[in-house]
């Protein structure tokens, strides 16, 4: 009898094509954009290798693209560049591209799911670190460097070192008014930006089964942030809802055969995880950070922290060093600090339902005269949901500005860079120093959160207004 | 890739935690194409003014740093986005390996594939290399076939991911070797089910 599995350990198996440490595994699905393939297929051409499977790769362009006036082209001769070699490699390496002018064109990890592409129990690789979005859907899916997509293109595998298990325990129900946003945020300051570090996260309980797939999207992509190398949520029902009828995923009998294969993906009752955290959905509230890295949040209706209050002299310093980038003063509390933008976007928070749950807060009110507001949809085919539910109405109504689909401000490769000094509330993924433009200050929310402050001028508990 | 056996030199220390990658090298430097280049724009916010001009008190523009070898810092070192451009640049700037308490994952995977030796110490020896590394002749030893770090009073042992030793030490491509199994590779891909997707485009 084989001894109980996790599900990480049993997608895991399932790939080995050299059961050696580390291990020789088969790639499923490998994901492409322009700003970390071109020195591999450079590298490749360089060798006279070709694309092993070029049927299970796919590309698309999101990091350095305008998200207004596409049809004037890019302006930025070193993006342009970058953009003209992914389309040239993937004609000359027969990839599916989704262009600039494709209406499925997009964040690479909203089309994945979008198009029926991630399936679960696959294994998922990317360019790219928030490739743990994938894993929402009980996908093993993680980031990897240039070197190693020129070895997954070359040879469709890719060796690693196999990481611990570990659990995140999510107990009770996540309460009114809390997002997924608020929910991983709270992970994350509870384990650490490396809490997860060598290790899976497969995240558990009721709160977790509970949520759709968007919103296990929102915590599956933010693994990366608590330093795991993926994040997983077994496949359910609501996995199998999301993703029959799409247009990749399996039709008749594949279907049939799929959903049976799938129904194993979880982990045994009698597993054992190598770590184990527990958090307690009831008793969050919405987050923002007020640092420099994602474990630096506090609740809303909370203060600046001191960093007195760290133990670790590191820490500590990290604190200091924080508080001077962000320019805040320990004990200011989150409600009175400003806002000058509202980004609402990312492979963390730029699809549909972030989308609806931005408008549900602002519809009928306006965006207060000193903040610049942006919604840039996770792709295309989100964008045209969104228009056909008159949600691009309610936010133009209120004064945001409605844009194409890209990567955007969340990384800051394309024109919409936040200008030095001034302060983002930001449904994206990181506040690292400088990730929105240089000296540019980053307070990372849930899409509910950042489009209230948009109308308020100043961070508020969204609470406060959802139930009025 | 050029072998990794040893490294010899001097330091530069960078006594700060979690480091991320956006800080090794920010976003509007991945725009070119090429693998080279990025030595320049090493921790470009941190060693520049706001109008581009290199800033005295950040150390690695300190004179007396250039040449150094070895990056000492602290934990949780190179997290967050995948770039590669990270030890690139930090290899081009002229260093040959990095201690840290503890390198991100991906980080630390794909400085094995481009020959920066990444080692691993605990906290204390971090700290004492750090002190040693105030001194900019101080010098310090990586041997990584014997994995130990030595410098003024100081030895070290570390961990090394075998395979990842191999890789550095013989400095093979790492394709040609994984393609030296294509009949196990072809097998298990043959096993595979057929619903699994694909990527041709059902539309066209």
Redesign the interface.
Known sequence: MTPPRTLFEKVWDDHI??DS??T?L?V??HLVHE??S??AF?GLNQ?G?TVRR?????ATVD??IPTTGRSLGIR?P??K??ID?LLQNCKDHD??MFGLDDPRQGIVHVVGPEQ??T?PG?LVVC???H?STHGAFGALA???????V??VL????I?Q?K?QSMAVEVEGDLPWGVAAKDLILGIIAKIG??GG??HVIEYRGRAIHDLTMEQRMTICNMS?EG?A?AGMIAPDETTIRYIEGR????KGA??D??VS?WESLVTDPDAVFDKVAVVDAGSLVPHVSWGV?PAQTVPVTGTVPSPDSYDDP??R??AV?ALEYMALRPGTPILDIPIDHVFLGSCTNGRIEDLRAAAKVIEGRKVDSRVSAVVVPGSMQVKAQAESEGLDGIFEEAGFSWRDAGCSSC???NPDVIP?GERCASTSN?N????QG??ARTHLVSPAMAAAAAIAGHFVDVRDWESS | MKPVTTVTGTMVPLDRADVDTDQIIPQQFLKRIERDGYGEFLFYNWAHTDDGIPSSDFIINDPARRGARVLVTGPNFGCGSSREHAPWAIQQWGFEAVITTSAADIFRNNSSYVGLLVVELDQDAVTRLIELAADPTAQVTIDLENQTVTSDGLEEHFDFNPTAKERLVTGLDGIGVTMSHEDVIAAHEHARPSWLPTTVDASS
Do not use: K
């Open positions: 094509v050299i440490d580390p020789l088969y499923d699905l700003v970390t071109p020195q450079a060798s290798r070029p049927d299970l790769t796919v990091h350095g930025d070193l993006s560049r970058q070699a990839i599916t029926g592409l399936q696959l360019g790219d670190s490739t993680f980031g990897i460097g240039t070197t190693e020129e070895h070359a040879t469709q595998t060796w070192a990481p930006v490396s570090t060598r990366i330093g190398r247009p990749f995923a399996p594949r279907w055969e799929a294969a890295n590191l820490q310093d990290a060093r990384l800051a490769m030095a990181r690292y120093e400088g990730r240089r000296g």
